[in-house]
């Protein structure tokens, strides 16, 4: 991976997403990876002019991750796969699909997590 990378926690990553938005950088999208057997790394990509940054945020899967979409409205999509795949839920989305976005009804498990079935939805 080449360019910058910065490391956020839980309680940094909506002020330095905002730093990035006041310094004119561009959301570009997100990755995500699994971190051991019950963690999540999300790698946050941001441009400008031809340069990336991105910040790195770890957690565990249980902990609801802050959103950052009242920032970056975008993100409202990026947020919703991830919690479609990953099972992960986010604080503060502005829309929320709940688990609704890509997934059809009939998915009974968890696309990218082991062995996590997926309730059925009302």
Do not use: C
């Not at 790195?56 to 479609?84: H, Q, W, Y």
């Amino acid at each position: 991976m080449q360019g910058k990378v910065i490391d956020v926690t839980l309680d940094t990553l909506v002020g330095e997403v905002m730093n990035m938005k006041n310094d004119g950088q561009r959301l570009v999208t997100y990755s995500t990876y699994q971190v051991g057997e019950k963690g999540i790394g999300i790698l946050y990509h941001f441009d400008k002019n031809l340069e990336i940054t991105h910040l790195r945020l770890e957690t565990d899967m249980d902990k609801p991750i802050p959103s950052v979409s009242g920032v970056f409205f975008a993100a409202l999509l990026v947020e919703n796969e991830i919690r479609d795949q990953w099972d992960v839920k986010f604080d503060g989305l502005v829309l929320d699909f709940n688990r609704t976005l890509y997934l059809d009804p009939e998915v009974t498990q968890v696309p990218l997590v082991s062995n996590v079935k997926i309730e059925p939805k009302k």
